[in-house]
């Protein structure tokens, strides 16, 4: 099993986001990054499959700035046996051209599958591994939380809106993997020191100009805190009442 | 003056309510771009058909029936080919789809078969110079980008409860349209839709919502946020990552930055402290409510009404209050 | 020091120049640090959020070692991890051995110590003072946490003066030993397969006959006894061991070790590791009061903008980063394999001091609050109160940096 993972390097998000004077972007000094949530799920899931199978390799993939060797470097502490960077510094939110780019070194590498998660949570795109099967012309099964591999075919199951479907589809594919398929592990000691000796490939990132282009960046209106009903059971008739007359959702 | 191809989204022979969110939200396209129609897809099985004048008083100027076996399940290789061949014809400026499981699936697939861009999960949106200028939450939607596209034709795709469907009835034309490949050849196959409970509204489609977290203490007390619901008549209960990491709730129900995104009329936080995940996705809501014991508990710094207390107390009372005041 | 560690290769000061300082590192001390170090910070601090903090309380109120989380810190290669590979150890520089501490100590000081103890005061030993033998033995087995182990050096009548011990081993005539005797205040004593007691092997006050026994728990003789009523690391195993004609056979004796120098040795790799753990218990309460600082509103403003509060937080955050700046220094010099146990001396004695007032400001900038289990402060408050005290006392360290200042032993 010869397993593909494209990852991403993103922001952690648990700060409060400014934007620059310009209104152009959001400020980065000062910000921590990691590897984006769903595409560790995708790399655990490439592992697992690896693993059950006893044999394959695990090949990360990665579109980013230089700095985005030390997630590369995280997936192989985790037990990616190699990686790629395509180096770029372009914060683009077009996702046909990192796509593009993404397909190009992938084309010829006889994946088996290639896994993507399911959006990254910086652009909020969610549409790179759709369009790289596309470009590849393999079948792709989306927000998958549940996956089966057996031979050269496979069985998932997808998340809807309080719903889910039942895919079958045909190796090589496209995935992109959701939350709920896994809980992805921790890099071991002995593993981190590993991935320093595992290969690690930089070239940079062929990107054609972008169709989409950000006007501007702004923060989400704030919410304002509310008020403090009152405390236990007894705060109910005034919180009904308020939600009569003022909210008016009732 | 550019045309719209809006896809309407269905699931079990029936339309979704955002389906009529996207023609509202093509209609106000075709205006601001000079004026065009705008044509609706509507693919199922024999019979889709049936539903197209309800597309129509939502302003669908024709809507173009795929009904064929093939599409009676979720058909996304079949229909990626058949909207971009569609959309290669001329006819239209935009292509524009919901930003659901299924829209999300298909926009980028027909964007690359067609070579252009996308601009996914729009908020809001104006056209600038034939160019769609929308605003699209990123960073787990703490910043907001308004981003550009200007494509032949452009896609673009809107998130669910961001326009509230309007009625603007149209004469109901229907167009019958062939799949651009055979539906039967498609690799990717669904073999079977597992509603959650059909009898239930959906989270997305619910005005009200009743989410549980930890503090409700035990699976079972769930019964106490359906009860509510219950009472409401129009709400559905969800659930935070703990909750269905727990197993408590299914993983469909879950609200949050890897669930749901949701933005009800009424958001009741029963029991949630307010994890800044699960606050990605429910801070959108028009009035949130939180019921907790800890009152410093992050919850109360985005409600619009909160009760410090115990929501095993709180929630009982809480229906019988809901109960009576929409009996009255 | 008697290591056959790689000489690890010198550290420039700054080499990850493109990293910037934010929030949670003024000092941006990450960029001294490099990344397989930051790799391995970060992935302890995983764990210990994931698996420590949320249970961490309830164990600490119950008075009981979370023993569940052993396997996991073993299979993450956490225990004796700056020892060799060929030994089943991860090999890591002593700065990442530091930072791994100090992550496991964010968590609370009884997971530090009972990895401080297996890896320090155990398998270094092994390493150090045993046979090639003994080492291929217990060493892969230890750092699998197939076995436990614990350190018997300490006697009740005997804390800050270990040389006036009086367990003894006795030699047969066969080669075998005979021990008798007892150590206090023995951490993962009773769920230890292995100890390593410390023993004289000749009468007299001469400190010249100390060596060192590996003794399995279950041999006759060997009994244990769990320390009850402890209002101080109660997340964490302390016990008495008791040898009454303990027989061990002729192998179980450390051959490389010779007097009080072999067992101080240890306590010098452990109060080493000590030295960067107490910041990560400063580090969350440091956290915590800033959070609890930002959030609590009183007077109908966030309690953060009194001065008063401010001020806590200017003096804990300042005592901190220099805490740091000693640790890493001190880390970088042993990596080079030139520091000295007065250099160590000063980090133990300076850092345990300033966590541990850390984390008595955390509480009282809590308010009521900080006497909860549910915050971190009043249970890492009260654990430092024990690190303040063991691994040489505050006091010690005092008395060793003052004879190093002044060349006068005032132990004499």
Not at chain 3, 333 to 343: E, I, M, R, S, Y
């Amino acid at each position: 099993m010869k397993i593909a993972v494209c990852i991403k390097r993103v922001p952690v998000m648990e700060v409060k986001f400014a934007i620059t004077a310009d209104g152009s972007r959001y400020e980065e000094t000062g910000l921590k990054y990691d590897i984006n949530d769903f595409d560790l799920w995708a790399i655990e899931a490439a592992l697992q499959l690896k693993e059950k199978a006893a044999a394959g390799s695990v090949h990360v993939v990665c579109l980013g700035p230089n700095a985005a060797q030390e997630q590369i470097r995280k997936a192989m502490a985790m037990g990616a046996d190699s990686g790629v960077l395509l180096e770029s510094d372009a914060r683009t939110y077009d996702g046909l051209t990192v796509a593009r780019a993404l397909a190009g070194e992938l084309s010829d590498g006889g994946y088996d599958l290639i896994l993507f998660g399911r959006v990254a949570i910086d652009s909020m795109n969610q549409m790179t591994g759709p369009m790289v099967a596309e470009l590849l012309d393999l079948p792709v099964v989306t927000n998958v939380f549940k996956l089966d591999i057996n031979g050269a075919t496979g069985r998932a199951e997808r998340v809807l809106e309080g719903a889910s479907e039942v895919v079958e589809f045909p190796l090589p594919a496209v995935l992109t993997i959701d939350d709920g398929l896994n809980k992805e592990r921790l890099p071991s000691l002995k593993g981190i020191m590993a991935a320093k000796k595992k290969p690690l490939d930089v070239k940079p990132a062929n990107l054609d100009a972008p169709q989409v282009t950000v006007r501007s960046m702004a923060l989400p209106a704030e919410r304002s805190a509310g008020r403090i009903v009152g405390e236990g059971a007894a705060a109910v008739p005034e919180l009904v009442r308020l939600l009569q007359t003022e909210a008016k959702v009732l | 003056m550019a045309n719209v191809l809006v896809v309407a989204e269905s699931r079990a022979g029936e339309l979704r309510k955002v389906a009529f969110e996207a023609v509202t939200a093509g209609r106000k396209l075709a205006e601001l771009s000079g004026g065009g129609e705008v044509h609706v897809v509507l693919a199922g099985a024999a019979g889709i058909g049936a539903k197209a004048d309800v597309l129509a008083a939502h302003g669908a100027d024709k809507v173009l029936v795929l009904e064929h076996a093939g599409f009676t399940q979720y058909n996304p290789e079949a229909l990626a080919a058949t909207l971009a061949a569609q959309l290669k014809g001329g006819t239209y400026g935009f292509g524009l789809f919901s930003a659901t499981s299924h829209g999300r699936d298909l926009s980028p697939r027909v964007a690359a078969k067609l070579g252009v861009g996308l601009v996914p999960d729009l908020t809001g949106f104006s056209v600038d110079g034939g160019a769609v200028v929308g605003q699209h939450p990123i960073n787990n939607a703490k910043v907001i980008a308004t981003l550009a596209l200007a494509g032949t034709p452009t896609l673009l795709s809107v998130r669910p409860a961001a326009f509230a469907p309007a009625e603007d009835a149209r004469a109901l034309v229907i167009e019958a349209i062939t799949s651009a490949v055979d539906p039967s050849a498609s690799r990717v196959k669904v073999i079977e839709l597992k509603q959650g409970n059909t009898d239930k509204i959906d989270l997305n489609d619910a005005p009200v919502i009743v989410a549980g977290g930890r503090g409700l203490k035990a699976a079972d007390n769930f019964k106490l946020c359906e009860d509510l619901a219950e009472a409401f008549g129009n709400a559905a209960v969800g659930a935070t990552r703990a909750v269905t990491d727990d197993g408590w709730r299914p993983h469909t129900d879950q609200i949050g930055q890897t669930g749901r995104n949701v933005s009800p009329d009424l958001y009741i936080a029963a029991g949630i402290s307010g994890a800044i995940q699960h606050l990605a996705g429910m801070r959108t809501s028009r009035t949130i409510v939180a019921i907790n014991k800890d009152k410093d508990a992050p919850i109360f710094k985005i409600a619009d009404y909160g009760i410090v207390g115990d929501v095993l107390e709180v929630l009982p009372v809480l229906t019988a209050a809901v109960k009576a005041a929409r009996a009255s | 020091m008697a290591t056959t560690l790689d000489p690890v290769t010198a550290v420039p000061a700054l080499p990850s120049v493109e990293l910037t300082a934010h929030a949670g590192d003024l000092f941006n001390i990450d960029a001294a640090l490099t990344e397989e170090e930051r790799a391995i910070r970060d992935t302890v601090r995983a764990f210990v959020d994931e698996k420590i903090l949320p249970i961490i309380g309830q164990c600490y109120v119950d008075g009981r070692f979370p023993k569940e989380l052993i396997p996991e810190m073993a299979e993450m290669g956490l225990l004796g991890s700056s020892l060799p590979e060929e030994y089943g150890c991860a090999g890591l520089s002593s700065v990442a051995y530091g930072l791994i501490m100090q992550e496991l100590e964010r968590g609370d000081s009884g997971i530090r110590s009972f990895a401080s103890v297996q890896g320090a005061l155990v398998m270094y030993p092994i390493f150090a003072f045993g046979s090639e033998e003994q080492r291929r033995t217990y060493l892969p087995r230890l750092a699998k946490a197939e076995l436990i182990g614990c350190f018997g050096l300490t006697e009740s009548d005997h804390g800050s003066n270990p040389s006036g011990m009086t367990t003894r081993a006795r030699e047969q005539a066969d080669g075998s030993w005979v021990i008798n005797g007892g150590k206090m205040w023995i951490t993962n004593g009773n769920m230890s397969d292995i100890a390593i007691v410390w023993a004289k092997t000749e009468d007299g006050e001469s400190d010249k006959s100390i060596r060192g026994f590996i003794v399995h728990t279950d041999t006759p003789g060997f009994s244990v006894k769990e320390t009850k009523g402890k209002l101080s690391l109660r997340a964490s195993v302390t016990s008495e061991l008791v040898f009454e004609d303990v027989h061990v056979a002729a192998n179980a004796v450390l051959p490389n070790s010779g007097g009080l120098k072999s067992p101080l040795m240890c306590l010098t790799q452990a109060r080493y590791g000590i030295a960067w753990g107490v910041l990560g218990a400063a580090l969350a309460c440091f956290e915590e009061a800033v959070s609890y600082a930002k959030n609590r509103v009183m007077f109908d403003r966030p309690i953060g903008g009194f001065q008063i509060q401010q001020v806590r937080l200017a003096d804990m955050l300042s005592e901190i980063v220099k805490g740091q700046l000693v640790a890493l220094h001190l880390g970088r010099l042993k990596d080079a394999g030139n520091f000295t146990p007065v250099q160590v001396s000063l980090a133990k004695r300076n850092n345990v001091n300033i966590a541990t007032e850390a984390a008595r400001e955390t509480r009282r900038l809590l308010g009521g609050n900080g006497i909860l289990a549910e915050y971190a402060a009043m249970r890492h408050m009260a654990n430092l109160e024990s690190v303040y005290t063991y691994e040489g006392t505050h006091d010690v360290h005092s008395l060793i940096i003052g004879q190093a200042i002044t060349g006068l032993n005032a132990f004499k």
